[in-house]
């Protein structure tokens, strides 16, 4: 598992990995390279200087609850040892839903611990970044790069590794999608956009959650929305085909856009239906930055655990 993660580590590019271990780490306004113009030495001035003094040691565990004290108590006695290096950390990589025991009690601050579902949204959030690459900060990557990490992701799913924290629910940006949650009990959007698992979904649209939080029934992954295409797919059942006839043919009567073109379809449970969960009342975002200016809780899709939402907080900064 380790050396399959580090084989992708390898094969793309430090600015990459730089920003996959610290945002794992927590530590994102960090850099592990620093690059000076003129810097001042003893008795003279180069030109520049690019430095870089850090040891990154990964531990990780296949199962829930297998973190050993003495055994990070080992690992960061050999972090001692190595008294040339400026940063050091222990990033401690889990399937587990929450902190391990054991890494509580240990006070140290070059331990970091993430789960594997922690390094999927990071992932994520390198394939789609918020608000585009240009706004987001985040590298850009290859093509090459995308698909490296799409196999990561697809190797931890095949590992069992990632889905500890099902228990939350992911919440996506809905100028468009509230009323068509509405109209067709569905969730569409681009195909095959990659989400965490999760049992329901909420939307987030003119500046609050809506207190309508459907429970994810059925997806399909790519489909291009039409009759044709829909009839010739082996690989849905009858009952998902009748569903996805059935929204095709709403979609045309409204003169949708999405006729015709590829899409990925997520059934909901309605908005009156049992299974549904109903707030007492939507969720008004309250984020903002430093100098007051709102912050949209999401521009594309983010994730809250499912207990802090059922408690119906009435602004957003209290599912943080």
């Known amino acids: 598992m380790t ?8 094969r793309i590019s430090f600015s990459l990995v730089e920003h996959i271990l610290q945002s794992l780490a927590q530590e994102p306004e960090t850099s592990l390279l620093t ?11 180069p030109d520049g200087r690019i430095r870089g003094s850090f040891s990154y040691w990964i531990e990780t565990k296949r199962v829930q609850n297998a973190v050993r004290k003495s055994q990070i108590a080992a690992h960061l006695q050999a972090l001692d040892a190595q008294t040339d290096v400026e940063r050091q950390r222990l990033l401690v990589l889990t399937p587990d839903a929450e902190e391990p025991a054991a890494l509580a009690e240990i006070d140290d601050e070059r331990v970091a611990w993430a789960s594997f579902d922690d390094l999927l949204q990071v992932i994520q959030a390198v394939l789609e970044p918020e608000g585009g690459w240009l706004i987001s900060g985040q590298p850009v990557i290859t093509e090459w790069e995308r698909n490296l990490l799409y196999e990561m992701v697809r190797f931890l799913e095949s590992e069992g590794l990632i889905g500890a924290s099902a ?9 468009l999608a509230l009323d068509e949650y509405f109209h067709h009990s569905a969730y569409i959007c681009q195909p095959k956009r990659s989400f965490q698992p999760c049992d ?6 003119e500046g609050r959650i809506s207190q309508y939080v459907p429970r994810i029934l059925a997806t399909v992954e790519s489909i291009v929305l ?11 059942d009858e009952g998902l085909r009748t569903r996805l006839r059935e929204l095709v043919r709403a979609l045309r009567e409204e003169d949708s856009f999405r006729v015709g073109e590829a899409q990925k379809v997520m059934f909901l449970s309605s908005h009156d239906a049992p299974s549904t969960l109903i707030l007492p009342h939507d969720i008004v975002n309250d984020l903002a930055s430093e100098t007051g200016r709102t912050i949209a809780f999401t521009q594309g899709q983010r994730y809250v655990p499912l207990e802090r ?11 943080l």
Not at 200 to 205: G, K, N, P, R, V
Not at 226 to 236: K, L, N, P, S
């Open 3 to 10: 050396s399959s993660i580090l084989a992708v580590f390898e």
């Open 35 to 45: 690059f000076v113009n003129q810097p001042k030495g003893i008795t003279s001035r």
């Open 167 to 175: 228990q939350q629910v992911v919440v996506v940006a809905a100028r």
């Open 200 to 205: 329901y979904i909420a939307f987030y649209a």
């Open 226 to 236: 039409d009759e044709e295409t829909i009839d010739a797919r082996q690989d849905v």
């Open 309 to 319: 939402l059922l408690a119906a907080p009435a602004t957003t900064s209290a599912l």
